[in-house]
């Protein structure tokens, strides 16, 4: 019995329920850790809770398993979270202002309208990250990953240091104070400053940018560039003609095909009938008595033998009578006669009268 409540106790303990217990002041007690401003969670195993709305200000949570977890609405400023694990966490409307986050992993997290404010993302991984909206001002971004992170509607200013991926189509201003690039909300930018306003024209992608910047638009090259351009205009409009003279050649070919593929059509057709004919021939002609069957017939009709002196031969003669040139019956009557033979002579010959 004891055994049995010693186990139900560890389950149950091991079960713990993982909801937040954080009070209108941001504070409270989650999975055993206590939260709230200046608490020390060094490694503290957090994943999927909801701390929704926390006040961690100045907190260390470095190294913290935080996977999964709530954060949003929560109060970070001054927060140690390097190389703590945040993948997958909601950290909507939540303020990092001077909060360190460098070698963090905060992949696939959601982080709309955040607040970072001289913040440190040192070699930070923010990759698929969703930063629409996001301000982040005079932050160190020394190594941070933004492969694939959303950009759209981004304010930023005064960054430090050069991230070492941007997403597509995203670069940093000239000064590399600000990120540049589709749906970029510029309000921090100097744009009466001319220096800035290649980046603003080069917000698509830094190739576009690095083709805008080498160019040279002086007065000499503007007309030679019109004038290349129309003889490649002239040239395309001549292959243009070109080609349709041979789709119309080709069409009279295709057309002289079809005929005559209609006659051949027409021929195999008049073919296919006359072997069909051929063979309804043939099978009737297999329904007739064959040549042996002939010949067998007759064998019977004349007969020669020859006289035991060798001197005569007999010849025996029946007539006999047939419905089908197959099956014979013999008449009455056999008419034979005896010829002799003379010497030397070795063939004879029998002819009937009509």
Request: glycine share 8%; charged share 20%; aromatic share 6%.
């Amino acid at each position: 019995m004891n055994i049995i409540l010693l186990v139900a106790l560890l389950i149950v303990s091991f079960l713990r329920p993982t909801f937040a217990q954080i009070g209108d002041d941001g504070t409270g007690v989650v999975n055993g850790y206590k939260i709230g401003p200046n608490a020390v969670l060094t490694g503290a195993d957090l994943r999927g809770t909801d701390l929704k709305g926390a006040n961690l200000t100045r907190a260390i949570l470095n190294g913290a398993v935080l996977e999964g977890a709530d954060l949003s609405d929560s109060i970070l400023l001054g927060t140690e979270f390097q190389n703590s694990n945040l993948k997958n966490t909601k950290l909507m409307n939540s303020n990092f202002g001077r909060a360190n986050l460098s070698g963090a992993d905060l992949s696939n997290s959601n982080l709309t309208n955040v607040t970072m404010d001289q913040s440190l993302l040192v070699n930070a991984n923010l990759q698929n990250t969703n930063l629409t909206s996001a301000f982040l001002f005079n932050c160190n971004l020394s190594g941070t990953d933004f492969t694939g992170a959303n950009f759209y509607k981004i304010l930023s200013g005064y960054i430090v240091g050069r991230p070492s991926v941007l997403p597509e189509g995203w670069i940093l201003s000239i000064d590399g104070s600000y990120f540049v690039g589709f749906g970029a909300n510029l309000r921090a930018a100097e744009l009466t400053n001319t220096r800035y306003l290649g980046s603003v024209l080069t917000a698509l992608t830094e190739k576009a940018f690095e083709k805008i910047i080498s160019l040279e638009f002086s007065t000499n090259g503007i007309p030679e560039s019109v004038t290349a351009n129309t003889t490649k205009i002239n040239e395309l409009n001549s292959q243009v003609r070109d080609n349709t003279e041979e789709s119309a050649t080709n069409s009279l070919t295709i057309d002289t095909l079809k005929a005559q593929i209609s006659e051949i059509s027409t021929k195999l057709e008049t073919l296919v009938a006359s072997v069909a004919e051929k063979d309804a021939q043939i099978a009737e002609l297999k329904k007739r008595p064959t040549l042996d069957q002939v010949r067998d017939a007759r064998a019977g009709s004349i007969v020669l033998t020859v006289e035991p002196d060798g001197n005569n031969i007999t010849l025996g003669m029946t007539i006999e009578q047939s419905d089908n040139l197959v099956e014979w019956t013999s008449l009455d009557g056999e008419m034979t006669r005896t010829i002799p033979i003379p010497d030397g002579k070795k063939f004879y010959r029998f002819a009937f009268d009509k």
